[in-house]
């Protein structure tokens, strides 16, 4: 059998009533298996190993919370244990589960001592937190009930037995539907999007969430049944009424008990939206991105249980309160000022195995949390105790007085020296928003004017509570003489949270003067950026010129390209002229040959020549010089229409033929290879004319389109290149 090893109990139980630092005590609820784990086949494989106290218990017939930590076996390919503060099985009635996992004592007596106290559900979807939490119903309790209906009819006799009635109680209800703060108790439809702010004395809350003061369980029930038709659900295939959103109940409980103590607390009560895969629900669109908001709530919320649970000092960080809403909202509930009791709630099927693994593991690191709560009571004390806190009480009276002062002295200087920065808007003394978490230097003036008008207000919540301490001080100065003892009673509780105040308001106007510092290295440094900006504008102004030359002399190139393409076209059509005048000479070489075919004709002829009077024209030389030569017989020679009819010598005849034949042998062999090499070379003149044509038509297009391309007035490159250097600056809205 292997397994997890377990390791001894590291705590004590976070029920002793007298510690105020206490770990979160965390049980594990498995639920009986679901009737879709039933119909999927699967096996229960998770149970809980009995402790020698529970089965001591067993005949009680009130649960008892076990001393000791109890375990929970998960059977699969091995087997695992974790060591929780309590174990409820499927048998376990909702009865059982409220007293064991401490609720019961939470709220009879940790409330009552002045804790604040939380109690939250988490788990895998469909694992039973509703279930396990409730809603208060405004009906009578049943078995059934669940924490919620449970907790508050507890409160209410509780109230009756040991405050006679003598406390109030107000009731606030809200959800948080993917990443959104909405109020539950609001019916006209404005509680939405509520944002999350901060006191001066660290306490988180919710801006506008309303709260309605409750006199008993019924009531509570009655406006959760409303604040219930709000909440947002849906059907999965894991859970058929799944809720889609944390919901999170917090009642303020303010009271006097028989012994004149009076003590308030706050009980937060949540029940979380489950962990969920996707895949498994097969949740789509809508259900699909909430489960996914849910899982992103729950991851924050991991990392801060992990980070609060860290045990090796090498390791541990800062908790990521601020990641989402949930874990800022629970942030006094997890490490803070709050009792919180954890319940992890399980799938018994091996079908979920991987998700109930996931659940004990994060709920094993949770019960390592140590919270620190505080008291919030007030006792009564003996008129020499009065008497020093009285003194004490003056004595920060004057120190209130003189921080008022250097207050006062640093607003003014502040405005002075920074007139233009500082918003005119900075009237309102509302708390500071919350939401943003930027830290680090900003570089824009829109932080810069943030930061002034935060300073701005803090000054003037800083002025606010000093007034409120100098009104604190002389209300406890008026009572004395008349109810001495309740008074200082008061100042008791108030001396020590006038000390904090006191501190806090030191911290504050040292953060202030950091702030200045801070402001001024701001200022220096946007200056610095001015001036980066000047050059950088300097620097595209020159670019555009060089840019503006560039482009010219691209312009000159084209122009130069364009009149040595028309020069080629010019010499292409002298090459074609040349080929005209080629064309010419074959054409005399055609009439040289019928030249030639007729001195043929003339050596085959007899006496007598019939000649065609044109061809007489064209080939006339030869003509001529047979006549010539041949002068007897011109008067024999008759014309008639186109034709001469010659007489010819045969002797001569055979001498002019022989002479012209080599004659035309001559000039034909000359023609012949004249024409060819002409032609020749005139070919490979017009082809590299073609090619040298073709080049400067692509040269021209590209040197056209690098022109264009460095028109400064209309240039991407250089637009961004100057949106890139003046941007950061211009964003800074005062350079222009
Ligand atoms: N211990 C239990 N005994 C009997 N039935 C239970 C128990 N726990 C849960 N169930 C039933 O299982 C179903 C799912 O429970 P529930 O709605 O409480 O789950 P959930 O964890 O709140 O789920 P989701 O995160 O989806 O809202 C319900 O029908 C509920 O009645």
């Not at 702010?197 to 003061?213: A, D, F, H, I, K």
């Not at 010499?571 to 055609?590: D, G």
Request: negative net charge; glycine residues 6%.
């Amino acid at each position: 059998m292997t397994g997890q090893p377990i390791k001894p109990s590291q705590k004590a139980s976070s029920s002793s009533s007298s510690s105020s630092s206490s770990n979160v005590r965390v049980v594990a609820r498995i639920r009986p298996l679901a009737q879709y784990e039933i119909e999927n086949g699967s096996k229960p494989i998770v149970k809980s190993l009995p402790s020698v106290d529970s089965l001591s218990n067993k005949e009680n017939s009130i649960p008892q919370i076990s001393s000791e930590p109890e375990v929970l076996e998960v059977q699969s390919s091995e087997k695992r244990w974790f060591e929780l503060d309590a174990v409820l099985d499927g048998n376990s009635s909702q009865r059982e589960v409220y007293y064991k996992s401490g609720a019961q004592q939470a709220v009879t007596q940790d409330i009552f001592k002045g804790f604040n106290c939380t109690i939250l559900a988490y788990g895998q979807t469909g694992a039973g937190k509703t279930f396990t939490m409730g809603t208060a119903s405004g009906k009578d309790s049943s078995d059934t009930d669940g924490i919620i209906p449970r907790a508050c009819a507890d409160l209410f006799e509780q109230i009756d037995t040991r405050c006679d009635g003598n406390a109030q109680v107000e009731l606030s209800y809200l959800e948080i539907y993917n990443e959104e703060i909405r109020d539950l108790m609001c019916t006209d439809g404005s509680g939405g999007d509520l944002k999350i702010r901060e006191t001066l004395n660290g306490e988180v809350y919710v801006s506008g969430l309303s709260s309605r003061p409750v006199q008993s369980p019924k009531e509570i029930g009655h406006y959760m049944e409303e604040a219930s038709h709000r909440r947002v659900v849906a059907s999965t295939k894991m859970n058929a009424v799944s809720s889609r959103s944390h919901a999170i109940c917090v009642l303020r409980i303010q009271g006097v008990l028989e012994d004149s103590t009076k003590f308030s607390a706050k009980l937060t009560l949540v029940d979380l939206a489950g962990s969920e895969r996707i895949k498994k629900t097969q949740a789509s669109g809508k259900r699909a991105a909430e489960g996914i908001n849910i899982n992103k709530g729950l991851f924050v919320l991991g990392q801060v249980v992990s980070a609060l649970s860290e045990q090796r000092p090498k390791y541990k960080r800062k908790p990521p309160y601020r990641d989402s809403k949930l874990t800022r909202l629970l942030q006094d509930s997890l490490g803070g000022n709050s009792r919180t009791i954890m319940v992890a709630c399980v799938s018994p099927a091996d079908f979920n195995i991987d998700e109930t693994i996931n659940t004990l593991r994060y709920a094993t690191s949770a019960r390592n949390i140590k919270n620190s709560a505080t008291r919030n009571v007030i006792k009564a004390l003996s008129p020499e105790e009065a008497a020093k806190l009285q003194r004490e009480n003056q004595l920060l009276l004057a120190q209130v007085k003189e921080l008022q002062e250097t207050i006062r002295k640093m607003a003014l200087a502040s405005s002075e020296a920074t007139p233009s920065l500082v918003s005119t808007d900075t009237d309102s003394l509302g708390s500071q928003e919350d939401d943003d978490d930027s830290t680090g230097v900003s570089m824009s003036s829109d932080h810069l004017r943030e930061d002034r008008s935060k300073q701005k207000k803090r000054i003037k919540e800083l002025e606010r509570e000093v007034r409120h301490l100098q009104r604190a001080n002389s209300n406890a100065k008026s009572g004395v003489s008349s109810q001495i003892t309740e008074t200082m009673a008061q100042e008791a509780i108030e001396l020590p949270v006038l000390h904090k105040k006191v501190a806090q308001l030191e911290e504050e106007l040292a953060s202030k003067k950091e702030l200045e510092a801070e402001n001024e290295a701001l200022r220096q440094e946007m200056d610095d950026l001015k001036a980066d900006a000047d050059s950088a504008r300097l620097a595209a102004n020159k670019m555009a010129k060089i840019m503006e030359q560039l482009q010219e002399l691209k312009g000159d190139e084209v122009d130069k390209k364009k009149m040595e393409h028309d020069h080629i076209k010019v010499e292409e059509a002298w090459v074609s002229f040349v080929f005209q005048v080629l064309e010419t000479n074959k054409e005399q070489m055609k009439r040289l040959r019928d030249d030639f075919t007729l001195v043929a004709r003339v050596v085959e002829s007899p006496d007598v020549m019939v000649i065609d009077k044109s061809s007489d024209g064209s080939s006339g030389g030869f003509w001529k010089r047979m006549r010539a030569k041949d002068k007897k017989k011109d008067s024999e020679d008759e014309a008639s229409g186109d034709e001469i009819h010659m007489k010819v010598d045969p002797a001569i005849r055979q001498k002019l033929v022989t002479e012209h034949l080599q004659f035309f042998e001559e000039r034909m062999i000359e023609m012949e290879s004249h024409v060819h090499s002409e032609t020749v070379s005139l070919g490979s003149i017009r082809d590299s004319l073609r090619m040298q044509r073709d080049k400067l038509e692509i040269e021209i297009g590209e040197s056209e389109f690098e022109r264009d391309v460095l028109n400064p007035k209309d240039n991407d490159l250089l637009n961004q290149l100057t949106t890139l250097l003046i941007g950061p600056v211009k964003n800074l809205g005062e350079y222009d």
